[in-house]
């Protein structure tokens, strides 16, 4: 993979901007990349130009049969001014809840190994990244066999660790470990209403849940929770919000559920249920994630912005923790890879994901008018369901 204008036809000298500003030398298009240098850039704007007629159309030529690994040969060209502010590893699949329309099975448990080698090598950049997410989609994080070890590598060092997770077990979960001011959570929890919320997530979790509350309201550790919207509870954003308060807790952070593993179609929201839910969350005015925002050119997320790394349970670099359980969505294996060699292939399947979002955006049918900038990368990732 790699440039080319079709202007000029110049292959080998290319400038791409997206808040670290690169320098980019290459052969030819289609072969190695020689060298990048990375300036970061006060202006940030997605954009890459040819470096001999300055002009725009350039080209990102993907030969199929092509070996990437070429990407990993030199080390000249992977530099340490990175962007990446934040690394999500998805520890485990193995869950002890069932929720309804959970997208993904599994029992793969990330290994404890890979995870120190990218905490270790981390702590020796010259800008360490210093935000972790531990969880996320599927899976309780704290189900992992060596979970207390695990946290205890994030004791070591100066970061922030956001623990995603359901309250079903936590406190009892939570007892064995060192929990120290480097840590918070946040709580999947669907609904205001116990017996509602039960029959998405299973008997017990409510009231269990606002145990877990209580006990980190008791140590002083902060949390927030996590509502994944569907036409269960899409009208129920303001009732959750006054709980999440009255319990003590920081944010809501709605979201919306997909259509992927058990998830029905007629689970989903339809447009107008959508609509009332953005409303809603306007109206509260509470974090609007990239699942509210149009889908619209350029709407771009913290991994397209090259801002995350995500690292699925099966240690593989990935593409996005809401794609984890689209097998195509694994950018590759990290075994061997330093931090900087992987944080240099995310960035680059990024610009090259983008280059071709913008041209293959301007064909896509929006399946409905209220699809997020994640329906176009379902869409792109192989998901035939509209949505
Ligand atoms: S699905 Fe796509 S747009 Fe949504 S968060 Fe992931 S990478 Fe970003």
């Not at 998405?200 to 606002?210: A, D, I, P």
């Amino acid at each position: 993979m790699g440039w080319k204008c079709s202007e000029c036809g110049n292959t080998k000298s290319f400038v791409e901007i997206n808040r670290v500003e690169t320098l980019v030398s290459q052969k030819e298009a289609t072969t190695k990349i020689e060298k990048i240098v990375n300036k970061f850039t006060k202006n940030p704007r997605l954009d890459v130009w040819c470096d001999n007629c300055k002009s725009k159309s350039v080209e990102w030529t993907d030969v199929s049969n092509q070996d990437e690994n070429y990407i990993y040969e030199q080390e000249s060209y992977v530099s340490e001014n990175h962007n990446i502010g934040t690394i999500v590893f998805e520890l485990t699949n193995k869950c002890d809840i069932d929720c309804v329309y959970c997208p993904k099975e599994g029992s793969e448990e990330l290994d404890f190994n890979i995870i120190k080698r990218i905490i270790d090598e981390n702590k020796t950049l010259q800008n360490p990244i210093r935000h972790f997410e531990l969880g996320w989609d599927m899976g309780n994080p704290l189900s992992h066999s060596r979970i207390k070890e695990i946290m205890e590598l994030f004791n070591q060092f100066d970061c922030n660790v956001n623990i995603l997770t359901n309250g079903k077990n936590f406190v009892n979960n939570i007892k064995k470990l060192n929990l120290t001011d480097n840590f918070n959570f946040t709580f999947f929890l669907d609904h205001p209403d116990e017996k509602e919320n039960d029959k998405l997530m299973g008997e017990c979790t409510f009231s269990n849940t606002l145990d877990a509350f209580e006990y980190l309201n008791q140590r002083g550790i902060s949390f927030n929770v996590y509502m994944r919207l569907n036409k269960y509870n899409y009208n129920k954003v303001e009732g959750m919000n006054q709980l999440v308060k009255n319990c003590g807790g920081g944010s809501l952070v709605p979201t919306e559920i997909y259509p992927l593993g058990k998830t029905k179609d007629d689970m989903l929201m339809d447009d107008e249920m959508k609509r009332e839910a953005i409303e809603e969350i306007t109206k509260l005015n509470l974090n609007k994630s990239i699942h509210f925002s149009p889908a619209l050119l350029n709407e771009n997320c913290t991994y397209q912005r090259k801002l995350r790394l995500f690292i699925d349970a099966k240690g593989r670099l990935s593409f996005c923790h809401f794609l984890s359980s689209l097998h195509n969505s694994s950018i590759g294996s990290i075994e061997g890879r330093s931090l900087l060699e992987i944080i240099q292939k995310n960035n680059q399947v990024r610009i090259g994901f983008l280059k071709n979002k913008n041209r293959l955006f301007a064909k896509w049918k929006k399946p409905r008018q209220t699809a997020s900038p994640c329906s176009y990368c379902l869409h792109s990732f192989g998901l035939n369901k509209k949505w």
